[in-house]
């Protein structure tokens, strides 16, 4: 039996060479980007026993065969069960965990080191006069503690990296569990206060949803050490844009990495900066471009698990990483 997918969108319209390559079940497949050609989304979508996709904007058309939407990343803030027929799940895809991983490894490394500012300098001014071991020292993260907010898949592979270079590790998640040999202790997020005190670096990993939006705002920067850094690879949201600029600005804390914004690119306005505040003038933040966990190898892992999860469907068996079932 061939079934039917759908590639909609611009992440995903261009997958179905790779997907060919690693299906092992029958599937006619269909590409288009439904915010340029509305037209050939409605065509095809009422005939998709499958859509792998992300945001698409409302009203759809009818979806009888619609069993499964597959997001090809972690995030679904942007969609509902009242945009899935009944008998369609929705899930999504992680393998982002390792390449965000180390991307958290770096940016406490270089906040303790400054390589990349040493390297100018001593391109720039070679010795400037002082010989070896007269330069300024450099901190190491041996003994610092991480503090993770929202301990879950990247959560672990922080953990585990950060015991190579012998930190403290603490998190806290919305469920109950034993404290898992990673950590020094694990509490519910009742607990983030706790955290944020003991922590030389918070690491926000959370999703977001009504629950964590705002979550580390004026009380928990207050509560933080002066020298603390956070960062955040979980939505810009989480973290309350105001007192972040506020905290980095009055050096109520000692800095911020972070990838994940307030203000993305738009039709209307292809180039925002990412905040409303000039978090871009300070000099203790580390800013990237939400691309932490973008590699070619994350990329191959998520389209690999993509295809094994339509084969699953083909199969009859259940697809992995639900996270709704449609309610329309």
Not at 153 to 162: P, Y
Not at 222 to 247: F, H, Q, T, W
Request: contains cysteine; glycine residues 8%; negative net charge.
């Amino acid at each position: 039996m061939t079934h039917f997918l759908l590639l909609a969108g611009k992440v995903s319209m261009h997958k179905a060479d790779f997907l060919r390559k690693h299906l092992t079940t029958d599937w006619h497949i269909e590409a288009c980007d439904p915010s340029e050609d509305r037209a050939a989304f409605e065509r095809f979508a009422p005939r998709a026993d499958a859509i792998v996709g992300g945001h698409i904007a409302p009203p759809w058309p009818e979806t009888p065969n619609l069993k499964l939407f597959q997001i090809p990343f972690t995030g679904f803030d942007f969609l509902t069960p009242e945009t899935l027929p009944k008998g369609c799940v929705a899930c999504n895809t992680y393998e982002h965990e390792t390449s965000i991983a180390e991307y958290i490894l770096l940016g406490m490394l270089e906040w303790e080191i400054g390589l990349s500012k040493t390297h100018a300098e001593f391109k720039a001014k070679s010795w400037n006069g002082k010989g070896p071991a007269q330069s300024p020292v450099h901190g190491e993260v041996r003994g610092k503690t991480v503090g993770i907010v929202g301990y879950g898949h990247i959560g672990h592979e922080v953990a585990v990296r950060a015991r190579a270079f012998q930190m403290n590790v603490i998190g806290i998640g919305r469920r109950d569990r034993e404290t898992p040999p990673e950590l020094d202790w694990y509490g519910r997020t009742d607990q983030l206060d706790r955290l944020c005190a003991e922590a030389d670096y918070v690491v926000v990993c959370a999703p977001l949803n009504s629950d964590t939006e705002g979550m580390i705002g004026p009380d928990q920067f207050a509560g933080m050490k002066p020298s603390a850094v956070v960062i955040n690879v979980g939505r810009g949201p989480i973290i309350d844009e105001d007192a972040l600029y506020d905290a980095l600005s009055n050096r109520k804390i000692g800095g911020a990495i972070i990838d994940v914004w307030f203000n993305y690119p738009s039709k209307d306005d292809p180039n925002p900066r990412p905040s409303k505040h000039p978090l871009h003038e300070l000099d203790n933040i580390i800013m990237s471009p939400h691309n932490s966990g973008w590699t070619q190898e994350q990329i191959d892992r998520r389209w690999t698990f993509v295809a094994s999860n339509l084969d699953r469907l083909a199969r009859g068996e259940s697809p992995l990483n639900k996270v709704m079932e449609g309610a329309r």
